[in-house]
Nanobody, 120 residues
Framework: QVHVVESGGGLVQTGGSLRLTCVAS????????MGWYRQAPGNQRELVAH???????NYAYFVKGRFTISRDNAKNTVYLQMNSLKPEDTAVYYC??????????????WGQGTQVTVSS
């Protein structure tokens, strides 16, 4: 069975913090590299941060120093701790494999995402 569930989003003020959680089925999580993506209205989906099964991390320049990605392999879970949030971080956040996203029925498979809204 294939599933991915993101949670933890919400409405925060500029400078606030949120912790996102993604639980995925083994078919998606496994020992694969996992990443957090986001999509703001009118924009393409972009990769925010990613982590290998060995906990090597990489961050997009626009979140470096503010966001921290981590994973718990025993729980098929990946986290994104977001600090010092800015209005431009407002988006729907998703998790998926990196660099090749998980495919299901020939298409990229996405969960419902979790909405993050940062007010100014």
């Amino acid at each position: 069975q294939v599933h991915v569930v993101e949670s933890g989003g919400g409405l925060v003020q500029t400078g606030g913090s949120l912790r996102l959680t993604c639980v995925a089925s083994t078919a998606i999580f496994g020992i694969r590299e996992m990443g957090w993506y986001r999509q703001a209205p009118g924009n393409q989906r972009e990769l925010v941060a990613h982590i290998t099964s060995g906990d090597t991390t990489n961050y997009a320049y626009f979140v470096k120093g503010r966001f921290t990605i981590s994973r718990d392999n025993a729980k098929n879970t990946v986290y994104l701790q977001m600090n010092s949030l800015k209005p431009e971080d407002t988006a729907v956040y998703y998790c998926n494999n990196v660099p090749v996203r998980f495919q299901f029925n020939g298409q990229d498979y996405w969960g419902q995402g979790t909405q993050v809204t940062v007010s100014s």
